[in-house]
C-alpha cells in the first residue's frame, strides 16, 4: 500500500534552516506529482509546495517563496524540503503528499507527518 514517511523536523531557531525528507513506497513515485503541506496550531491542512515528475514544473505558497526549496530523487524514491530563514510562523507538522495544488486534498494520501518548531 502507499507509504510516505517524513523526517528532518525539529527544533530551530528563527532565521534557521531544516531539511525536511519523505520516503515514498507503493506506488510509483517517478511517475507522481508531490507536494509538501502543513498544518498549523488551529489551522487545517495549508499547500506549501509542488513538484511534477521530472522536476521541470515546481511551485511555492507565497508565504514560503524564496526560503524553501521542493526537490526530489526519483532513484531514492524520496521527496526533500530544504527550508531557510525559518519563522516563528512556519511552524506547523509537515506532511508530503502525493498529488500538486489542485489534487492533493482530493487524493487523499500522506504521511504521518513530522514536527517543525521555530522558537528562541
Known amino acids: 500500500q502507499v507509504q510516505l514517511v517524513e523526517s528532518g523536523g525539529g527544533l530551530v531557531q528563527p532565521g534557521g534552516s531544516l531539511r525536511l525528507s519523505c520516503a515514498a513506497s507503493?506506488?510509483?513515485?517517478?511517475?507522481?506529482?508531490m507536494s509538501w503541506v502543513r498544518q498549523t496550531p488551529g489551522k487545517g491542512l495549508e499547500w506549501v509546495s509542488e513538484?511534477?515528475?521530472?522536476?521541470?514544473?515546481?511551485n511555492y505558497a507565497g508565504s514560503v517563496k524564496g526560503r524553501f526549496t521542493i526537490s526530489r530523487d526519483n532513484a531514492k524514491n524520496t521527496l526533500y524540503l530544504q527550508m531557510n530563514s525559518l519563522k516563528p510562523e512556519d511552524t506547523a507538522v509537515y506532511y508530503c503528499?502525493?498529488?500538486?495544488?489542485?489534487?492533493?486534498?482530493?487524493?487523499?494520501?500522506w504521511g504521518q507527518g513530522t514536527q517543525v518548531t521555530v522558537s528562541s
Open positions: 513538484i511534477n515528475s521530472g522536476s521541470s514544473s515546481i
Open positions: 507503493g506506488f510509483t513515485f517517478r511517475n507522481a506529482i
Open positions: 503528499a502525493r498529488g500538486g495544488y489542485v489534487t492533493w486534498r482530493a487524493i487523499g494520501s
